[in-house]
C-alpha cells in the first residue's frame, strides 16, 4: 500500500488532529481550556477556601500582598459539626467548622491561652490579647454546664455540644493538641482582597462561573438555532419567512441591550444570566445553519431519501444537520467566548451574579479604583483570566483550518 493511500485510510478526525497539533497557538489554547475545565469541575476541592462562595472573610487581613502568610488559631464553633460528603463539598462548598483568628503571638496561662491579635505588619501597632479557654478551642462547649476546673490535679472536664457524655482532658494534653491542630500558619499565595478573603479562591470559582454560562449558554443558542435555521431552509416558503423575520427582529437589537433586558424581567442572579445571554445568540446559529441547509436540500442524497419515502424530519436529523457541524463548531466557539464576556459585563454593572457570588466581572468593578493605586493586580488578575478564558476561539479557528485543508487535500485525490 503506497503511503497516500495508507494516510487517507485513517478517519477524518485522525487527520485533523495531527493538524491542529501542529498548531502550538491552538494547543496553548486547549490547554488553558482543560486546566480551566479541571479547576471548575473540582471546585471547592481544590480551593484554599472551600466554605461556601469562597467567602470567608477576615478583615484583619484585608488587601495583603501575594505570598503574605500569618499565624492562625483555629477556634471550634460551638455548634454541631457540618457533616458533607465529597460530592457536596465539591459542588457547594462546606461551612467550616472553626472560626479563624490571626495572631502575632501566643502563651499558655494556667487553663487558658492567650493570642495577641493581628493588627498588620506594622511592629509598632500592638494588638489586644485575647483569652480563651483551651477547651474551648478545640471542642464545641456546652455552656449550659460549666466547665470543671480541677488546677490540683491538672485536668478539666465539659460537655461537648449535642452529647450527653462528660470530656476528661488534661491541660497538658489540651495544649499538645492545639499545638499540633489549632494552630497554623496559612499562606495567600495571590494575596486578599479588601474584605480579607483570599484572591486565589475566589478566582478558581469564578472560573466555575464563566465555564457554566459559557456552555449552558452555547447549549441553548445552538438548541434554538440549529432548530429554527434547518426548519427555515428546509421548508423555506412562509415557514422561512417567519422566522427570518424573527431572526430579523432580534438581529436589530444590540445585544447587551436585549441581555440587560431579558436579565430584568427574568430577576438578578446566578441562573438568570444563563437563559439571557442563550436567548441572545441563537440568531447567528440560525442564519449559518439556514444558508447551509438551502445548499444541501438540493443534493442527490437527499432527493435519493425522498424516493426511499423517509419523512422530512427523518431527512433533516440524520443527513441534513450531521453534514452542516462543522460551521456550528466555529460558531459555539465563538459564542462560548461571547457569552464569558456578556457574562462579565452584566456582572461588572451589578446585574449578573449577585454577591457574595465570585463572579470575574464583579470582582473587576469592586475593584477598579485600585488600578492606580497600590493594589493593581486586585482587577489585572480577573481581566487576565477573563483573557484565557476566550482561548475556545483560537482552538476553533485552528480546527477550521485543520479540517478544511484535510477535506481539500482528500478532495484533490479523487481526480
Not at 496561662?109 to 509598632?124: A, S
Not at 489549632?182 to 470559582?205: A, E, H, Q, Y
Not at 460558531?331 to 457570588?357: D, K, V, Y
Request: proline share 4%.
Amino acid at each position: 500500500m503506497s503511503k497516500k493511500a495508507d494516510k487517507y485510510s485513517e478517519s477524518l478526525t485522525q487527520h485533523a488532529w495531527k493538524r491542529l497539533k501542529k498548531n502550538k497557538l491552538s494547543m496553548f489554547g486547549l490547554i488553558v481550556i482543560i486546566l480551566c475545565m479541571i479547576v471548575a469541575v473540582l471546585g471547592y476541592l481544590i480551593t484554599p477556601d472551600s466554605t461556601p462562595d469562597a467567602n470567608d472573610q477576615l478583615l484583619e487581613l484585608s488587601k495583603k500582598r501575594p505570598g503574605f502568610e500569618v499565624k492562625m488559631l483555629l477556634r471550634r464553633k460551638n455548634e454541631p459539626k457540618n457533616e458533607t460528603n465529597i460530592f457536596s463539598k465539591m459542588v457547594f462548598g462546606e461551612i467550616s467548622d472553626y472560626r479563624s483568628i490571626p495572631f502575632k503571638d501566643y502563651r499558655f496561662e494556667g487553663n487558658d491561652i492567650v493570642v495577641r491579635e493581628y493588627t498588620g505588619d506594622d511592629e509598632k501597632r500592638v494588638g489586644m490579647d485575647i483569652r480563651i479557654n483551651l477547651a474551648d478551642v478545640v471542642y464545641p462547649i456546652n455552656y449550659n454546664t460549666p466547665i470543671e476546673n480541677n488546677l490540683e490535679q491538672g485536668y478539666m472536664e465539659f460537655y461537648e455540644f449535642g452529647s450527653t457524655t462528660k470530656v476528661k482532658k488534661t491541660v497538658k494534653e489540651l495544649r499538645e493538641e492545639i499545638e499540633s491542630k489549632n494552630i497554623v500558619t496559612k499562606k495567600f499565595i495571590l494575596g486578599t482582597d479588601p474584605s480579607g478573603r483570599d484572591l486565589l479562591s475566589r478566582l478558581m470559582i469564578g472560573t466555575r462561573v464563566s465555564f457554566s454560562v459559557g456552555f449552558i449558554s452555547v447549549f441553548i443558542s445552538i438548541f434554538i438555532g440549529v432548530l429554527m435555521g434547518a426548519l427555515a431552509g428546509f421548508y423555506r416558503g412562509r415557514v422561512d419567512d417567519i422566522i427570518i423575520w424573527m431572526i430579523n427582529v432580534v438581529w436589530s437589537i444590540p445585544t447587551l441591550l436585549l441581555v440587560i433586558a431579558i436579565t430584568l424581567a427574568l430577576g438578578k442572579g446566578f441562573w438568570q444570566v444563563f437563559v439571557a445571554v442563550g436567548l441572545t445568540m441563537w440568531v447567528e446559529v440560525a442564519r449559518v445553519i439556514r444558508g447551509q441547509v438551502m445548499s444541501l436540500r438540493e443534493k442527490e442524497f437527499i432527493e435519493a431519501g425522498r424516493a426511499l419515502g423517509f419523512k422530512n424530519i427523518r431527512i433533516i436529523f440524520r443527513h441534513v444537520l450531521p453534514n452542516v457541524m462543522g460551521p456550528v463548531i466555529v460558531i459555539s466557539a465563538a459564542n462560548f467566548a461571547s457569552a464569558i464576556l456578556t457574562e462579565a459585563g452584566l456582572s461588572f454593572l451589578g446585574i449578573g451574579a449577585q454577591p457574595p457570588t465570585a463572579s470575574w466581572g464583579a470582582m473587576i468593578n469592586a475593584h477598579r479604583g485600585y488600578i492606580i493605586g497600590d493594589a493593581p493586580y486586585l482587577a489585572f488578575l480577573p481581566g487576565l483570566a477573563i483573557m484565557l478564558m476566550v482561548s475556545p476561539q483560537i482552538i476553533s479557528h485552528g480546527l477550521r483550518d485543520a479540517l478544511t485543508s484535510e477535506i481539500a487535500g482528500r478532495r484533490s485525490t479523487m481526480f
